[in-house]
C-alpha cells in the first residue's frame, strides 16, 4: 500500500489528512502548532499519525505542505536583513510606492515601514528603456563596490531591481554575477526572474519580500526535512503554493513569497473538488481558523484568481487564489474600548496562550470561549478528548471581561461576540460576491475549518444563502485540498503593444518561447509526460486604462487577433458591464501555467453504523429568537449515507462541530457531506431564483 499525506500550518492547529491511494480510506489527525518553529508540530503529528495507524514510514509516496511561514515573516518582521542594489535614482522607490491612502480619512493609520532600510539601499549607473534597449552600460565596479558594502553592513540576501529589467534583464544578471563573486553564498533575488511584469513599485516590493523571506525558510525547509528524515518518512515534499498548485523544495526555496495564501488556496481547492463531487459549482468557501476567517468564491467549479495581494501592507504581485481574509477566527479577542462598544478581533489568542478555555495561560475571552459558555462547544473536550474545556473559565473571563463593563448577563455578552463575529464574516462574503457581480442565492456555502461549521448557520441565515455543505472533518480541508491539488508554476512577461496584424505574430512569438520554458520546468519537476498541461492566457485592456483583464487563449497558433479582440470585449464586458467601441486593444502581459497533474484517489466513506449516532444531548443558546434548547447531540462518523435530521441538533467530529439550527434541515450525501438546508430561504429564493446546482 501507498499513502499520500497533507499538512497545514495554521496559527493554532497543524492538520493533517491521510489517503490510502488503493482503498480511498482517508483519515485525519490534528496537534497544536508550534509558532517558534512549525516543524516540530509537524515532526509530532506525522509521528503520532504512524503510530496511530501502524505505518510503515517507507510507504508513504507524498507529503504535501502547506504553510504561514512566509507570511509570518512579513507580519512579525523576522524576515532576514536585506540589501538593495537598483538603478541610479530610484532608490526611494520602495518608500514612495503609490501615494494611496486605504484609509482617506484615518489620520492614524501609517503606511509600513520598508523591510529595507534606506542606508541599505544602493544605487548604481545603468539603465534600460523601455523597449528592451540598453542606454546606459552598467557601471560593474560600482556593483561590486555595493555588494563590499552589504556585505560589511551583515545583509543576509540582495535584492536586485533594475528599470525595465522586465523588457531586458541582462544588466541584473551581470549584476547578480558580480555580486555572488563577492558573497558567494548569499540569497539573491533579481525582480526579472521573480517578477518580470511591468510596474515598478510592485515588482520592486515582491521581490524584496521574496528575498526577506528567503534566507528563513531555507532554514525551515531544512530543519522541516530533517525532521521528517528522522521519522523515516522518504517521500518528496512538495509546498501548495498561492495560486493552489504544488511546487517542490527547490522551487520554494527560490521564490518563498508564492507561498504567501499557501494553507488558504489548498483550502479553496479542496472545498471546489468537494463542491464538484455533491454536485455544486457556484460555492461561497467559508473557512474559520484560530487566528483568521478566508473566504473566496468558485464559478463554475474553478476558483477566482487575483495578480496581486498585499502581505503585512505590502503589496506582492502573484497569481493567486483570490481570498479575502479577516482577522475573525475561533482565538479572535473580544474586548470593549474606550468608548464604550465591543470589539472582536483582529487581535487573536492563537495557539499561544490561546483561549481562556483552554487553561494554558490566555485571560482574554475569544470567540471560542463564547462558543463554550452557550454550550455550542463540548464543555469538557474537544479533538476527541485531547484537548480539556474549562467552561467556567470561559464564562468567567467572559463577565469580567465584557459582561460587567458593558452591565448585561454573560450570556448576552457572549451572544454578543458572536453576532458581531458574524457579522464581519458576513461583510467578508459580500465583499468576494456580491459586491462582485455574483447574485449570493444561486451559491452554496462551504463551511470549514475548525470554526466554520460552528458559524455557517448563523452566516447562511444572516447572507441569504439557503443551502450548507459540510465536508467530512471540515478541520482539516485545508490538508485535504493539498492532496486535491496538482503542481503548477505561473510564468509571466510584460510586453506593452496594441494588437494588431502587425504585434499578433510576436504575440504568439513570445507565447511559444514561454511554453517552451514551462515544459523545462516541467521536467525539472519530473512530471511525467503524460500528466503536463499548460494553460495559456493575455491580459489586455483598451488603450489609455491603467488595469486590464485576462482572455484566456485555448489555441493560440489558431487565434486570430480579431478572435482575440473579441474575446477581449466579451471579458471587458463581463468584468465591467460595458466595452468601447473604436477604441485600440492594448496588450500587457502574456501568460502561461505549467500543470503537472497528481492522480487524486477518491475518498471512501465508511460510517461505523454499528453504534447509536446520538451520544446525548445539551442546553444550547441558538440567539435571542430561540434562546436556550435541548439539542440532540451526535456522533458524525456513525452517521449513515442518506441520514436526514432536523434541527436543532449538534454534529461532532475530532476536528470540528457543526451547529444545526432549529429551521434548518439536514442530509448526509453520498461521500459523507452534511448538506444542510434552510428551508425558510429555500422557500424564498425558490419564488425568485434557481436554487444552488444541487437540491436535497
Not at 449 to 463: I, T, V, Y
Not at 640 to 668: C, F, N, Y
Request: hydrophobic share 40%.
Amino acid at each position: 500500500m501507498t499513502y499520500r499525506i497533507g499538512f497545514d500550518v495554521g496559527g493554532t492547529f497543524t492538520d493533517f489528512s491521510i489517503i490510502d491511494d488503493v482503498s480511498g480510506r482517508v483519515d485525519y489527525h490534528k496537534v497544536p502548532s508550534t509558532p517558534d518553529d512549525p516543524s516540530r508540530a509537524i515532526e509530532t503529528g506525522l509521528t503520532e499519525l504512524i503510530q496511530r495507524l501502524g505505518l510503515d514510514p517507507r510507504e508513504i509516496s507524498h507529503l504535501g505542505h502547506g504553510t504561514t511561514v512566509a507570511t509570518n515573516m512579513a507580519i512579525e518582521r523576522r524576515g532576514a536583513r536585506t540589501g538593495l542594489i537598483t538603478t541610479r535614482g530610484f532608490r526611494d522607490v520602495l518608500e514612495i510606492g503609490r501615494q494611496t491612502r486605504p484609509h482617506l480619512y484615518d489620520y492614524r493609520v501609517r503606511r509600513p515601514e520598508p523591510l529595507i532600510p534606506r542606508h541599505l539601499r544602493l544605487e548604481v549607473d545603468e539603465r534600460t528603456m523601455a523597449d528592451g534597449s540598453i542606454r546606459t552600460e552598467l557601471d560593474e565596479p560600482a556593483v561590486s563596490r555595493a555588494a563590499r558594502e552589504l556585505r560589511d553592513a551583515g545583509v543576509e540576501a540582495v535584492v536586485i531591481c533594475f528599470l525595465h529589467s522586465y523588457r531586458n534583464p541582462a544588466n541584473e544578471l551581470r549584476a547578480r554575477e558580480l555580486v555572488k563573486q563577492v558573497m558567494p553564498d548569499i540569497y539573491i533575488s533579481t525582480s526579472s526572474e521573480i517578477l518580470p511584469e511591468f510596474r515598478e513599485f510592485e515588482r520592486l516590493s515582491t521581490t524584496v519580500l521574496n528575498a526577506y523571506m528567503g534566507p528563513r525558510m531555507s532554514r525551515y525547509l531544512e530543519r522541516l526535512l530533517s525532521r521528517v528524515s528522522a521519522i523515516g518518512v522518504t517521500a518528496n515534499l512538495d509546498t501548495i503554493h498561492s495560486n493552489g498548485g504544488l511546487m517542490s523544495v527547490a522551487a520554494v526555496r527560490e521564490m518563498p513569497v508564492r507561498t504567501c495564501v499557501s494553507g488558504p488556496a489548498a483550502g479553496v481547492i479542496g472545498a471546489a473538488e468537494i463542491g464538484r463531487q455533491a454536485g455544486f459549482y457556484n460555492l461561497v468557501t467559508f473557512d474559520v481558523g484560530g487566528t483568521s476567517t478566508d473566504v473566496s468564491v468558485v464559478v463554475n467549479g474553478k476558483p477566482l484568481f487575483a495578480s496581486s495581494c498585499t502581505v503585512a501592507d505590502y503589496p506582492v504581485k502573484t497569481p493567486m487564489v483570490d481570498i479575502h481574509v479577516i482577522g475573525a477566527g475561533g482565538g479572535s479577542i473580544a474586548a470593549v474600548d474606550d468608548a464604550g462598544a465591543l470589539k472582536v478581533g483582529p487581535r487573536s489568542a492563537g495557539a499561544d496562550p490561546g483561549p481562556v478555555a483552554y487553561a494554558l495561560g490566555g485571560t482574554e475571552p475569544t470567540i471560542t470561549d463564547a462558543n463554550i459558555s452557550l454550550g455550542r462547544l463540548d464543555q469538557g473536550a474537544l479533538l476527541d478528548g485531547r484537548l480539556p474545556i474549562d467552561a467556567s473559565a470561559a464564562r468567567a473571563a467572559i463577565k469580567v471581561s465584557v459582561a460587567d463593563r458593558l452591565n448585561i448577563s454573560t450570556e448576552h455578552a457572549a451572544n454578543g461576540i458572536l453576532r458581531i463575529a458574524i457579522a464581519n464574516m458576513n461583510r467578508a462574503i459580500q465583499a468576494v460576491s456580491t459586491e462582485k457581480g455574483h447574485d449570493i442565492r444561486d451559491f452554496a456555502l462551504v463551511a470549514y475549518g475548525g470554526a466554520g461549521p460552528l458559524h455557517a448557520g448563523d452566516l447562511a441565515r444572516e447572507a441569504g444563502i439557503s443551502t450548507i455543505i459540510v465536508p467530512l472533518e471540515p478541520g482539516t480541508l485545508c490538508a485535504r485540498g493539498i492532496l486535491l491539488s496538482d503542481i503548477t508554476m505561473d510564468f509571466v512577461r510584460s510586453e506593452l503593444m496594441i494588437a494588431s496584424t502587425e504585434t499578433w505574430n510576436d504575440v504568439l512569438s513570445v507565447l511559444l518561447e514561454m511554453c517552451s520554458e514551462a515544459k523545462d520546468w516541467l521536467q525539472r519537476e519530473a512530471v511525467p509526460e503524460k500528466d503536463r498541461a499548460l494553460l495559456i492566457s493575455v491580459d489586455a485592456r483598451y488603450d489609455g486604462q491603467n488595469y486590464e483583464v485576462g482572455v484566456d487563449l485555448e489555441e493560440p497558433s489558431e487565434k486570430t487577433v480579431e478572435a482575440f479582440v473579441t474575446d477581449f470585449k466579451r471579458r471587458h464586458r463581463q468584468e465591467y458591464g460595458y466595452d468601447i467601441d473604436g477604441r485600440e486593444v492594448e496588450i500587457v502581459n502574456c501568460r502561461v501555467r505549467a500543470i503537472g497533474t497528481i492522480h487524486k484517489q477518491a475518498a471512501s466513506f465508511e460510517p461505523d453504523t454499528s453504534v447509536d449516532a446520538r451520544t446525548g444531548s445539551r442546553r444550547v443558546y441558538f440567539g435571542e429568537r430561540e434562546g436556550w434548547l435541548d439539542a440532540p447531540v451526535y456522533r458524525r462518523n456513525r452517521l449513515a449515507v442518506g441520514t436526514k435530521l432536523r434541527g436543532p441538533a449538534i454534529l461532532e467530529e475530532m476536528s470540528s462541530t457543526t451547529i444545526v439550527h432549529p429551521d434548518q434541515h439536514i442530509k448526509v450525501d453520498d461521500t459523507g457531506n452534511l448538506i444542510i438546508a434552510l428551508q425558510t430561504l429555500r422557500n424564498n429564493a425558490n419564488n425568485t431564483t434557481e436554487a444552488p446546482h444541487a437540491t436535497l
